[in-house]
T-cell receptor
Framework: GQNIDQPTEMTATEGAIVQINCTYQTSGFNGLFWYQQHAGEAPTFLSYNVLDGLEEKGRFSSFLSRSKGYSYLLLKELQMKDSASYLCAANDYKLSFGAGTTVTVRA | ETGVTQSPTHLIKTRGQQVTLRCSSQSGHNTVSWYQQALGQGPQFIFQYYREEENGRGNFPPRFSGLQFPNYSSELNVNALELDDSALYLC??????????FGPGTRLTVL
């Protein structure tokens, strides 16, 4: 079976850094996705890690450790528009999603 | 390049009715996956179609069925609707199960 765990909620101040952790246990694994989802909208792609290590894309970075079944998404220089749900998903031809982490950015 | 589109945007049905949701995949993509997202939850995998054949199914009853057409567009059919079927239904297309691009979703409400 698939088990994807991430925190339910996180709150941070504008300009700060937030790290969202994700642990996974899956029967098959090709890589790990991070998606951003605003309320009432579809998920939008943020990053995809296949190999161990850190991938940086502007203000967002994602890390993967396959041996530990662990990933994190790092959001830097937080802006109000970053308030959203962040979903991690393990890829095994299909995506197995966590329940999502709601990030609230306060002024 | 045309993105993933879904229709309708919103739909209201009553218990026991049947519904068909539609998805047009992104140009060049041959794989379509369907997900159900209940309020406050992450998307749950329903099934995937690859080149018109079902290529895997999640933990959903047989009243959830689908089709993929030669142009790789897809339908999701749900029979005998139940209240718990109320959710956002997401379609995602990809090329050979690589990065999946999501459509805007169909919000289904069952009364």
């Amino acid at each position: 079976g698939q088990n994807i765990d991430q925190p339910t909620e996180m709150t941070a101040t504008e300009g700060a850094i937030v790290q969202i952790n994700c642990t996974y246990q899956t029967s098959g694994f090709n890589g790990l996705f991070w998606y951003q989802q605003h309320a009432g909208e579809a998920p939008t792609f943020l990053s995809y890690n296949v190999l161990d290590g850190l991938e940086e894309k502007g203000r967002f970075s994602s890390f993967l450790s396959r041996s530990k079944g662990y990933s994190y998404l790092l959001l830097k220089e937080l802006q109000m528009k970053d308030s959203a749900s962040y979903l991690c998903a393990a890829n095994d031809y299909k995506l197995s999603f966590g329940a999502g982490t709601t990030v609230t950015v306060r002024a | 390049e045309t993105g993933v589109t879904q229709s309708p945007t919103h739909l209201i049905k009553t218990r026991g009715q049947q519904v068909t949701l539609r998805c047009s995949s992104q140009s060049g993509h041959n794989t379509v996956s369907w997900y159900q997202q209940a309020l406050g939850q992450g998307p749950q995998f329903i099934f995937q179609y690859y080149r018109e054949e079902e290529n895997g199914r999640g933990n959903f009853p047989p009243r959830f069925s689908g089709l993929q057409f030669p142009n790789y567009s897809s339908e999701l059919n749900v029979n005998a609707l139940e209240l718990d079927d109320s959710a956002l239904y997401l379609c995602a297309s990809s090329q050979d199960s690589n990065e999946q691009f999501f459509g805007p979703g169909t919000r289904l409400t069952v009364l």
